[in-house]
């Protein structure tokens, strides 16, 4: 059967489609999973350099995300800084950051919508922290190359969003 409804919203991730009719009319179900917000399942790769920052925003920075978001940017030093020698880390600065509030009473931190930093290439590296609100620290460094960072948007209240520079620094150095 076909689904009208299915097609208008092609690009969000649609688990479940439409189930049949009812006097005469379509019935609809709809089993939203959550928008992956990179090109398929895999995360955005981030190259940053040592001469310029590399800035990454919330999608459709400043004018308000969208709900129901997992995006992943995997952050790597250029390789030109890696080889020989190495020894350069990344630094993150906040040039602007207003995710939904920690509210509730809840033993996890952020639980609605988080901007998540990993020290390595994947979210199974050393977490580094997880923010939301306004409040984020100064900066936050990296101990290797790579850096991860995700971005995690619940099912309601949508704000501004974020926006981060990314450079490339020599270790020990700040
Ligand atoms: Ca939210």
């Known amino acids: 059967?076909?689904?009208?409804?299915?097609?208008?919203?092609?690009?969000?991730?649609?688990?479940?489609?439409?189930?049949?009719?009812?006097?005469?009319?379509?019935?609809y179900f709809f089993f939203f999973s959550m928008i992956d917000c990179s090109t398929g399942n895999d995360s955005w790769l981030v190259t940053?350099?040592?001469?310029?920052?590399?800035?990454?925003?919330?999608?459709?920075?400043?004018?308000?995300y969208s709900n129901n978001m997992e995006c992943t940017w995997q952050v790597e030093i250029e390789n030109k800084l890696n080889y020989p020698l190495g020894g350069y880390v990344l630094k993150v600065l906040f040039n602007d950051f207003e995710l939904q509030q920690d509210q509730a009473l809840s033993l996890?931190?952020?639980?609605?919508?988080?901007?998540?930093?990993?020290?390595?290439?994947?979210e199974s590296s050393l977490f580094l922290g997880s923010f939301c609100g306004t409040v984020h620290p100064e900066v936050i460094y990296s101990t290797g190359n790579n850096l991860s960072v995700k971005f995690h948007t619940d099912s309601e209240m949508t704000f501004r969003g974020f926006n981060i520079s990314v450079s490339v620094v020599k270790a020990g150095t700040e």
Request: aromatic share 12%; charged share 10%.
């Open 1 to 27: 059967m076909k689904c009208p409804m299915c097609e208008a919203l092609q690009g969000i991730n649609l688990v479940g489609h439409c189930a049949g009719s009812y006097k005469g009319k379509y019935v």
């Open 48 to 64: 940053a350099s040592g001469s310029y920052n590399t800035t990454i925003t919330s999608p459709n920075y400043p004018l308000g």
């Open 108 to 122: 996890t931190r952020c639980p609605f919508d988080n901007l998540t930093f990993y020290d390595g290439h994947s």
